[in-house]
């Protein structure tokens, strides 16, 4: 199964600063349709994960242009351009190659200072 | 109105079953394969299993392989996931979820239930 590593764990950022989590596959996520499966999810507090990024650098619906996704192959990098108070909670990559198994990361828990 | 809502969840002994159960509504259930994710008190998120939009293909993870088992309705609309078997590190909240965006009336939606709670304890 494709194991997902996210660093940090754990994040303490100032409002307004910049701030990065990585996130790398043991295998490649290029899907032989030319697509890369690889998703950000941010879980807030007491509430469901919602989709921030998917294909890796594709922004949902709704999500504010200062969070960011790169990568390839085997390597990701989630960006929130300046971070705000709302941005708290858990973000989590996933890998949605097909067929399943998915995995996501352990998680990058993100607190303002 | 995109919705997934789960239901089925409870209190259980270790060694017993429980079925949980997931209503879609909103858009048209039978075009999309879903999933199962679960998360532990405290605990990051755990992919469960996955179901083609017919039903013709389903995975699962290796820590429920042999134990749990998903299925759907589609004319009910309706995605299942069959759990015998439990142990005390099953327990979760057990989320139903669409995995990355789908489009219904020119809108966006990311379809995730708000989960249901398994608890297995003696």
């Known amino acids: 199964d494709i194991v997902m590593t996210q660093t940090p764990l754990s994040l303490s950022v100032t409002p307004g600063q910049p701030a990065s989590i990585s996130c790398k596959s043991s ?9 890369t499966y690889l998703y950000w999810y941010l879980q807030k507090p007491g509430q469901s994960p919602h989709l921030l990024i998917y294909e890796v ?29 709302e941005d708290v909670g858990v973000y989590y990559c996933m890998q949605g190659i097909h067929p399943p198994p998915n995995t996501f990361g352990q998680g990058t828990k993100l607190e303002i200072k | 109105q995109v919705q997934l809502v789960e239901s089925g969840g409870g209190v259980v002994q270790p060694g017993g079953s429980l079925r949980l159960s997931c209503a879609a509504s909103g858009f048209t259930f039978s075009s999309y394969g879903i999933h199962w994710v679960r998360q532990a008190p405290g605990k990051g998120l755990d ?7 017919d039903g013709s293909n389903k995975y699962y993870a290796d820590s429920v392989k042999g134990r749990f ?15 015998n078997s439990l142990r005390a590190e099953d327990t979760a909240v057990y989320y139903c979820a669409l995995i ?13 239930g708000e989960g ?4 297995v304890s003696s």
């Open chain 2, 69 to 83: 088992t998903i299925s759907r309705d589609n004319s009910k609309n309706m995605l299942y996931l069959q759990m």
């Open chain 1, 27 to 35: 295998q490649s996520l290029l899907h032989s349709d030319g697509k």
């Open chain 2, 116 to 119: 249901t709670l398994v608890t």
């Open chain 2, 100 to 112: 990355g965006p789908i489009v219904v009336a020119n809108k966006w939606f990311d379809p995730w």
């Open chain 1, 57 to 85: 650098s594709s922004r949902f619906s709704g999500v504010p242009d200062r969070f960011s996704g790169s990568g390839s192959g085997t390597d990701f990098t989630l960006k929130i351009s300046r971070v705000e108070a």
């Open chain 2, 47 to 53: 992919w469960v299993a996955f179901i083609h939009y």
